[in-house]
């Protein structure tokens, strides 16, 4: 079945490139309910989920839209509804804008609007300063832009508490930086599998300017610190021995990869480095959930 023959619905589900949007969701979900000590009210929580997804969604559509270029002599990309002619611009653009205005109307009616602001902030650093400019402009792109993308558990703080407690900031801020931290080690490792499809792209990431070897230390040298990092809320009083023995087991687990990395049994190492990645994040967040909920439940 060509991509022509796809229904048009499944073909605007691309755009939105679900499973991402749903990782990042996920860790905002988690910055909800680690945000107050019991559940989080329900209004808040549900509008406030849906606002991040959509704004998530409206930037990754933006994302294809100026990647049409390069998705087109990609391998991992061509695929895509604009790079196969099934979406025009016109359509994607008039689909991100809608995503967009609804994101900010649902945030700013139903939840606050500092909630709504630091969301159209992380829309507009992804999709415009990432995307457009810091992609093409130099190899620590995905450093750099990984600000954009490590946001969602303060856009989830801030839904339910409007960052009105006296250590809001302060936590919200360590669940980002643990997937800011997080966010080299993760692209770089599909970088080193896909460096062609880049190169052939004209796309400067770390393995096409700097070369596979320096690109696998780096890896290291990040993982290294994110292990440092995810134990920052344990130091800080926010989560306490359930959640310092995953994050330490799953950080343990990454460093043997990220180790592994620079001398791998196969090319196709990094993808397994790159899968690791995102299992990572999603159980390190969800220890974070379970740590918060074991005194509630047995205190």
Same mark, same amino acid.
């Given at each position: 079945?060509?991509?022509?023959?796809?229904?048009?619905?499944?073909?605007?589900?691309?755009?939105?490139?679900?499973?991402?949007?749903?990782?990042?969701?996920?860790?905002?979900?988690?910055?909800?309910?680690?945000?107050?000590?019991?559940?989080?009210?329900?209004?808040?929580?549900?509008?406030?989920?849906?606002?991040?997804?959509? $704004?998530?969604?409206?930037?990754?559509?933006?994302?294809?839209?100026?990647?049409?270029?390069?998705?087109?002599?990609?391998?991992?990309?061509?695929?895509?509804?604009?790079?196969?002619?099934?979406?025009?611009?016109?359509?994607?653009?008039?689909?991100?804008?809608?995503?967009?205005?609804?994101?900010?109307?649902?945030?700013?009616?139903?939840?606050?609007?500092?909630?709504?602001?630091?969301?159209?902030?992380?829309?507009?650093?992804?999709?415009?300063?990432?995307?457009?400019?810091?992609?093409?402009?130099?190899?620590?792109?995905?450093?750099?832009?990984?600000?954009?993308?490590?946001?969602?558990?303060?856009?989830?703080? $801030?839904?339910?508490?409007?960052?009105?407690?006296?250590?809001?900031?302060?936590?919200?801020?360590?669940?980002?930086?643990?997937?800011?931290?997080?966010?080299?080690?993760?692209?770089?490792?599909?970088?080193?599998?896909?460096?062609?499809?880049?190169?052939?792209?004209?796309?400067?990431?770390?393995?096409?300017?700097?070369?596979?070897?320096?690109?696998?230390?780096?890896?290291?040298?990040?993982?290294?610190?994110?292990?440092?990092?995810?134990?920052?809320?344990?130091?800080?009083?926010?989560?306490?021995?359930?959640?310092?023995?995953?994050?330490?087991?799953?950080?343990?687990?990454?460093?043997?990869?990220?180790?592994?990395?620079?001398?791998?049994?196969?090319?196709?190492?990094?993808?397994?480095?790159?899968?690791?990645?995102?299992?990572?994040?999603?159980?390190?967040?969800?220890?974070?959930?379970?740590?918060?909920?074991?005194?509630?439940?047995?205190?």
């Amino acid at each position: 079945m060509t991509s022509r023959a796809i229904p048009a619905w499944r073909q605007y589900l691309e755009l939105t490139k679900p499973r991402v949007v749903a990782l990042l969701v996920f860790t905002a979900l988690v910055g909800m309910f680690l945000a107050v000590p019991g559940l989080p009210p329900l209004r808040e929580s549900v509008f406030g989920l849906l606002g991040i997804w959509l $704004a998530a969604s409206s930037a990754a559509a933006i994302n294809h839209l100026i990647d049409q270029r390069i998705d087109k002599v990609m391998v991992r990309t061509a695929h895509r509804p604009l790079a196969t002619g099934a979406l025009r611009p016109g359509q994607v653009l008039a689909f991100a804008l809608l995503l967009g205005m609804a994101s900010m109307l649902v945030l700013v009616l139903l939840v606050n609007p500092l909630t709504a602001a630091l969301t159209f902030a992380g829309l507009i650093g992804y999709a415009v300063v990432y995307t457009g400019f810091l992609k093409r402009a130099t190899p620590q792109n995905i450093v750099i832009g990984g600000v954009a993308g490590a946001v969602p558990p303060l856009l989830g703080w $801030a839904a339910v508490t409007n960052m009105q407690g006296p250590w809001d900031w302060q936590y919200a801020l360590l669940l980002v930086l643990i997937v800011f931290v997080w966010t080299p080690p993760h692209f770089w490792a599909l970088a080193i599998f896909r460096r062609e499809d880049y190169a052939r792209a004209l796309i400067p990431m770390l393995p096409v300017t700097h070369g596979v070897t320096y690109t696998r230390w780096q890896i290291l040298f990040y993982t290294v610190l994110l292990l440092q990092v995810s134990l920052l809320p344990v130091i800080f009083g926010m989560s306490g021995f359930f959640y310092l023995g995953g994050a330490l087991v799953l950080g343990s687990v990454f460093l043997w990869y990220a180790w592994r990395l620079l001398d791998p049994p196969d090319e196709f190492f990094a993808m397994k480095v790159f899968h690791y990645s995102v299992v990572y994040l999603m159980a390190l967040f969800a220890f974070l959930l379970v740590d918060h909920w074991l005194p509630l439940l047995f205190g």
